[in-house]
Structure formats: structure tokens, C-alpha cells
């Protein structure tokens, strides 16, 4: 690994160390989000985030049923 992945490992690890430290759950979903985009940095995105589904949407039946 070159330079730049491992900071951007280090990083990674010192917002993981802090997200499970985090007391307020905002400020844990901060920061996991940079611990993701640190190891995005470090790795490369591996694919395009799925589609969100929302949770009250039905999904289709059969008619007559």
C-alpha cells in the first residue's frame, strides 16, 4: 500500500475508535460515515450503494387476492 492508503487506514480506525465511544447516536452515524469514506479513500468504492427501499412501501399483489 502506498502513503495515502495507509493515513486514510489510520483514519478509518481512529472514527471507528471514536463512533463506539460516540454517547449522542448522531454523532456515532458521523462517525461511521467518515470511517466509510476513509476506507472508501483507502480502497476504492467496491460497488454503487443499493437503492433504498422505504419502509412503508408495499410491494405489488396479484390482483383478486
Sequence with gaps: MDQD???YL???EVELTAARSA???AAMRAHY???GFYLDKAHGPVAAPA???HAMQ?????EGL
Excluded: G, N, T
Design 5 to 7: 492508503s495507509d493515513y
Design 10 to 12: 489510520q483514519r478509518a
Design 23 to 25: 454517547r449522542h447516536p
Design 33 to 35: 460515515f467518515l470511517a
Design 51 to 53: 437503492p433504498i427501499r
Design 58 to 62: 408495499r410491494s405489488k399483489e396479484p
